[in-house]
């Protein structure tokens, strides 16, 4: 079933903002609406397939049906409804067809996640992790050979918290190497770090005071 029509003023044919086809059921009330769209003529048109809106729209309800069309506009001062016709629906019935599908056993969902990378053996790993920490050793070895001179250590604030803060952020990269997550190293160096620099620059002013001093 198609419909065609178009909308006139004084002036000719018009485009409004909202027109609607309603369909009412004389003995149920019921009422269906269908949307009219307007083509570049100005002519407003709709398309009914009652077999495909059966289900939805109608729900397989025949028998007599009052056809308006309701008009909406910001130019109306109200919306205008329109008697159109009457009309009596021999809708196809799809109750039985629709039961029967919602009866049946869905398709079960199987989420397929993604398989983890394949990781290198683990000897492979314990030397690299030797070939990371070999120049820490390797320093650490030749301080001992050419005898660090570890004299002008000051025992301050400054210094021990500068050292301090260095050891700890080393501890905090370990630890997230060997397995803590990244928010929770970002959590704990943004407090060592801002400890660290604030100490560092008191050694260092403390360091360029007693170079003057001599």
Known sequence: MIFDFTLADADGDVTLHQVFVRFTNVKTKQNVYFIAQADLKKKYTVDLNFRSAAGKSFGSVGGEYKVDLIVGDATLPQAMIIDVASLVLDVPDSKEGATAVSKQAKPEITHMF?????????????????????????????????????????????????????????????????????????KCLSGVVVITFLCGQRLLSSVAAAKKAK
Do not use: C, D
């Open 114 to 186: 993604r398989q983890p990378e394949k990781r290198p053996p683990q000897i492979i790993s314990m030397v690299f992790t030797g070939l990371v920490i070999l120049p820490a050793v390797v320093l650490l070895g030749v301080w001992v050979k050419l005898g660090a001179n570890v004299s002008n250590f000051q025992f301050s604030l400054g210094a021990v918290g500068f050292h301090g803060g260095l050891l700890a952020i080393i501890a905090i990269y370990i630890n997230f190497f060997l397995g803590v997550n990244m928010f929770t190293t970002v």
